[in-house]
């Protein structure tokens, strides 16, 4: 199943106001074909020792949820 962009893009919004109440955000970069998602982490979220923590138990987990075919999430700089 193809993984649309503009549902990726949509679910980012939901986490994206957790993540600016703490200085950070959060990128899409890119979604490939076998359903991978690649975001890249911006402001307080750059760099944070909790930031893999911020992209599996936040940011995955909803995409997985709202997102049919959504396999993985990954950072890239």
């Keep these: 199943m193809a993984v649309s962009l503009e549902q990726v893009a949509k679910a980012i919004e939901q986490t994206r106001s957790v993540l600016q109440s703490d200085g950070g955000d959060v990128e899409l970069v890119d979604v490939s074909p076998d359903g991978v ?7 307080a979220c750059r760099g944070c020792p909790m930031a893999s923590m911020t992209l ?14 959504v396999k993985e999430v990954k950072a890239v700089a």
């Excluded at 998602?37 to 402001?43: A, D, F, M, N």
Aim: glycine share 10%; hydrophobic share 45%; net charge positive.
């Design 56 to 69: 599996k138990s936040l940011i995955e987990r909803v995409l997985m949820k709202e997102v049919p075919g």
């Design 37 to 43: 998602v690649q975001v890249r982490l911006k402001g």
